[in-house]
Each structure stands twice: as structure tokens, then as C-alpha cells.
């Protein structure tokens, strides 16, 4: 069974990233803390600022897993969640 398509919605006025229905799950809801971080580079080739934001990733992106730890290499592509 598929999970329903997801459909964005601002999170806040002043919050600066999305939500998606499956964020409703409550593995997904996930409130990521701002330090101290520890980059790891997953296979979309974005740098995630903890496990925790990669987490919410996957959430999103079952097929996303860690390349490695530390921030992706080449072009940089961050990805914030706040």
C-alpha cells in the first residue's frame, strides 16, 4: 500500500522549511536540535547537519541512505530544516 502523495504546507510564518503529511508519522516527527552537528553526505548528494535532519529526509525519500560521514564533496548542497 502506498503512502498517501505528500502535500506541502508551510510549517510556520517564520519557520523556514516544509512539512508533508508524512511528517505526521511520528517517526517522522522529528524536531532536529541546531548544535552540535555532525554532517554526513547522503546518496542524493546533499549534506545533512545531523542525523537527525538525514532522518527526516528519509522520511521523505525511503530510497536515501548515507554515503558517508561529513559533508558531501565537490558542488556543496546544504540542506536546512530550519
Request: with cysteine; hydrophobic share 30%.
Amino acid at each position: 500500500h502506498a503512502p498517501p502523495p505528500a502535500v506541502w504546507l508551510p510549517h510556520s510564518a517564520s519557520a523556514g522549511f516544509l512539512i508533508s503529511d508524512r511528517d505526521r508519522d511520528p517517526q517522522c516527527n522529528l524536531h532536529c536540535s541546531r548544535s552540535p552537528t555532525k554532517p554526513l553526505c547522503a546518496s542524493d548528494g546533499r549534506t545533512y547537519e545531523s542525523m537527525c535532519d538525514y532522518q527526516r529526509a528519509k522520511c521523505r525519500d525511503a530510497s536515501l541512505s548515507v554515503v558517508h560521514r561529513g559533508r558531501c564533496k565537490g558542488c556543496i548542497s546544504f540542506t536546512p530544516f530550519w
